[in-house]
């Protein structure tokens, strides 16, 4: 689950830069229309509340209870694993892929400690995630720069013919997608807080 395989599944440096950009649209838009709905329903729960309100308490019973059992803890162990291959790829520089028992270890010590931080202190955790979304920021900031710097001296190679090997077909173009979406995943969370907000129009 990380952005290489956007690349991967899709086959080209264009296509892969257009399936971004429709990506990032989608969930835009998608954003967009849910912080509608949590101004005009204005509950915290998110979606299951607006599912409560819609279709009724089983509906939404079943909603929550696969979210908390098996979407939520699927999604935090994919963005584990994510990160861990990242973190642990230095230390094996010489292989092909890192151990995958290794990776394991890793995401499963991240996780832990994500964990414990989550449970000491509230502010801490604040702050720890603060202090992540910073560097997230300062590290996509130094790519852009860098990117448009490589690009106005005249490093334009990689875009020559770049849409060559394309895989245009469902699988491919769907594979891309999942991956691409994954990675603006977060968009909803808002509406978990609905109710905490101060003048959400």
């Not at 908390?68 to 010489?94: H, N, Q, T």
């Not at 890793?106 to 955790?125: E, G, H, K, P, Q």
């Not at 469902?170 to 994954?182: E, T």
Request: proline share 4%.
């Amino acid at each position: 689950m990380s952005p290489q395989y956007v690349l991967l599944a899709i086959g080209s440096p264009g296509a892969s830069l257009v399936l971004w950009a429709c990506c990032g649209a989608l969930a835009m838009l998608a954003s967009l229309s849910y912080a509608e709905l949590g101004t005009v329903i204005r509950e915290s729960g998110g979606e299951y509340t607006y599912i409560l309100k819609t279709s009724g308490p089983v509906v939404a019973f079943l909603l929550i209870f696969s979210s908390v059992m098996f979407v939520r803890p699927a999604g935090v162990a994919g963005i584990a694993l994510s990160f861990a291959e990242y973190a642990v790829a230095p230390f094996y520089a010489d292989c092909a892929a890192p151990p995958v028992a290794v990776v394991k270890c890793v995401a499963a010590v991240v996780i832990l400690t994500l964990a414990v931080v989550n449970c000491l202190d509230v502010r801490f955790a604040m702050s720890v995630q603060v202090f992540f979304l910073v560097a997230k920021v300062f590290a996509l900031v130094v790519i852009v720069i860098g990117g448009v710097t490589m690009l106005v001296q005249g490093h334009v190679h990689n875009f020559e013919d770049s849409f060559a090997n394309t895989n245009v077909g469902i699988n491919p173009i769907g594979i891309a997608f999942y991956q691409g979406l994954w990675s603006y995943d977060g968009w909803n969370n808002l509406n978990y807080v609905t109710e905490e907000l101060k003048r959400p129009e």
